[in-house]
């Protein structure tokens, strides 16, 4: 490596000269790849945002000027600018590097990132509050064009072309989101971008300037003229224009060069700016250029898998799938909804087999939800598919525009609980909570993949209002692939029976209390363990037949204790005027970082092992 280990911060690397920047992003691109490839995490978002941090960092002041990088997962080139060169093999580990934006990680990064859509606002903010200040520093967001697709940053859109603040907000377009990028506005941007005539007039004068002589300074500036003049020839005004911000753009975002000279350009014009860069996913390595969903993010790279290894039982998110596949097959009612996450929540096969009944909204959670409101009034049985966390955008329109109305849409919260590597803010740990408080709402989990079948046919089934089925990023545990039952809405289930210790678990902590039984044997406890598979509502015939019979009982979910599971069934022991002692475990007030789940699980006390210990100095 010739200078990239030598950058500890950007000022070493603005002492660079510009020649030097080109080995500089390829050294970068080269560590970024060799390292992730290896250790896992996400890789082409980066790889397509080499040259544009470079750039960034060598034009601006950081940190005194301010980056606000959007949802964060195409900063690792940022991470290795800023002084963290070293511990970029620790990213997503155990007490390692965040794989997003983390504020207590480095000033460099100014505004915590993870869920998307999220950076013109906040760069917004930190603009007004400079300007209040009378402060003196520049303020860049950098959005791609799938975050661009929520509404969030549209609501700041509006605002910053109102508020006539210095920010520039640099689009990175590579026309992908996870997935490839669908709606209106994507359309938009593929045309400007695309647009032949303007494009060929554009190249035509491009490969002019190269052949000119360096000292043709007059004329390279007369054809560059000539170019913005075809630009608003062909587009008159942009969108953004529209909106009170200057438009520059489209340019190459692979070219250091000219991403320098333009940034330099624009950096001082006191006002919004529009920067429109064109970048490929997964730049510079083949493979992830061609299928950058695929390489959006990479698994840690570890010994292949032995042929006479048993088989896994298939993760939570596929059974989810082909479940909703297999549903939709038999009733035409039903339609799923992803906000940009087709493969995560397992709806590639639905979107291949009902084009028709199959909706990528873009990253706009909220809008999911109302929509499928919309379809519920008019006789459909949406299936919203939205991890736990990134549901937490659309919470007004779960209360007002479907549990008001009482509007039977189904709510698939996949990643419920740790989810790992992707820390805290992927974590889905609020969920029990949030929809446990909604008026009418039903709250479920099962406690394997067998069981996920069974709610979800038991949820087209019912029209009475919203129901919603939470599972964890993990394999299913049990799955037959038999033909799924209804369940009786309200029915636990038990699991084992005892009368030393009644232990309540919930979902993704069925399975690890029934793997404690026999070792509580041991100590001779007889426990009684029930699948609380309807978090709301309960079992209302089994708590009045059995609660009082147990001094002492165990709630057990994974989610946060306040507003949670344990906290209801606390509640509805103490109106019976109950003497019973509740411990009640789940996670703790407070933000769990990342890691593997096993080791987070332990970390917060849920694993079998820690249960079993806590179980026991609760009977002593
Ligand atoms: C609110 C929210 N919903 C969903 C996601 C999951 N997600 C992470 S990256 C991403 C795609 C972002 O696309 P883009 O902004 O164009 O960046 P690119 O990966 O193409 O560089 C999505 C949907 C998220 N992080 N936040």
Redesign the pocket.
């Known amino acids: 490596m010739k200078y990239l280990n030598n950058i500890k911060s950007p000022e070493d690397l603005r002492s660079h000269s510009k020649e030097d920047l080109t080995i500089i992003c390829d050294e970068l691109r080269e560590y970024i790849v060799s390292t992730i490839s290896e250790i896992g995490g996400h890789l ?2 980066t790889l ?2 080499i040259e544009l941090t470079t750039a960034l960092h060598y034009v601006y002041n950081t940190p005194k000027d301010k980056l606000i990088w ?2 964060g ?2 900063a690792y080139a940022h991470k290795v600018l800023t002084g963290r060169f070293d511990s970029l093999p620790t990213i997503r580990k155990y007490k390692g590097l965040s794989g997003f934006l983390k504020r207590t990680e480095s000033e460099y990064d100014v505004f915590g990132a ?4 999220t950076s013109i606002s906040a760069g917004l903010g930190i603009a007004c509050a400079r300007d209040l200040d009378n402060e003196d520093f520049k303020v860049v967001s950098i ?6 697709s ?1 509404g969030l940053a549209f609501e700041a859109l509006n605002n910053a072309g109102h508020l006539k603040k210095q920010l520039l907000v640099v689009v ?1 377009d ?1 026309d ?3 997935s490839p ?1 669908i709606g209106a506005f994507r359309n938009y941007l593929v045309k400007i971008t695309t647009n032949k005539s303007y494009n060929y007039i554009r190249s035509t004068i491009g490969k002019l300037i190269l052949r000119l002589p360096k000292n043709f300074r007059f004329i390279q500036s007369l054809l560059k003229k000539a170019e913005s003049s075809a630009k608003n020839f062909f587009f008159p005004t942009t969108i953004f224009e529209d909106l009170g911000f200057r438009y520059f753009g489209p340019v190459d975002g692979h070219n250091i060069n000219e991403l320098v000279n333009i940034l330099d350009n624009i950096k001082n014009l006191d006002t919004p700016v529009v920067l429109h860069t064109i970048t490929k ?1 997964g730049k510079g390595l083949d493979y992830a250029e061609s299928d950058p969903i695929k390489y ?1 993010g990479v698994k840690e790279r570890k010994e292949p898998v032995s042929a006479n290894q048993t088989k896994e039982v298939p993760i939570f998110q596929n059974i989810f799938g082909d479940t909703s596949c297999n549903l939709a097959k038999s009733n035409k009612n039903i339609v799923a909804i992803t ?3 087709r493969e995560g929540t397992g709806l590639v096969n639905f979107a291949n087999d009902f084009p028709d009944r199959y909706f990528d909204v873009g ?1 706009a ?1 909220a809008h999911a939800v109302t929509f499928a409101g919309g379809l519920a009034v008019n006789g459909k049985i949406p299936i919203v598919a939205i ?1 736990s966390t ?1 549901l937490q ?1 659309a919470y007004d329109q779960i209360i007002h525009d479907i549990a008001l109305q009482k509007l039977p849409v189904i709510f698939c919260l996949d990643r419920s609980g740790l989810v790992g590597e992707d820390g805290a803010t992927h974590h889905g740990v609020l969920d029990i909570a949030y929809m446990r408080c909604i008026q009418g709402m039903i709250v479920t989990a099962p406690r394997d993949g067998n069981e996920l079948q069974d709610l979800l046919l038991t949820a087209t089934n019912y029209s009475s209002g919203p129901f919603s089925i939470r599972y964890p990023k993990e394999s299913s545990i049990n799955f037959d692939n038999k033909d799924p039952n209804l369940i009786e809405i309200g029915s636990w289930e038990i699991m084992t029976t005892g009368q030393d210790v009644l232990i309540l678990a919930v979902g993704s902590m069925v399975s690890r209390s029934t793997d404690i039984v026999e070792r509580l044997k041991e100590k001779n406890i007889q426990a009684e363990v029930i699948n609380c598979r309807f978090i709301k509502p309960m079992d209302l015939e089994y708590l009045n037949n059995n609660l009082s019979r147990f001094s002492k009982i165990v709630t057990i979910e994974e989610g946060v204790l306040d507003g949670g599971f344990g906290e209801g069934i606390a509640a509805w022991s103490s109106d019976k005027n109950l003497k019973n002692e509740i411990l009640n475990i789940g996670l703790p007030n407070d933000f769990v970082d990342h890691g593997p789940r096993n080791i987070l699980l332990e970390e917060v006390g849920l694993d079998s092992s820690s249960l079993y210990e806590k179980i026991i100095q609760f009977i002593k």
């Open positions: 082409a978002p397509g945002t959007d949802t997962h195409q993870g869920h998307a859509s959005i791609g064009d799938g975050a661009l929520g990175n590579n992908m989101s996870i990028n996913k959006h906000a940009a996450m990253i959670e991890y990134f955008r």
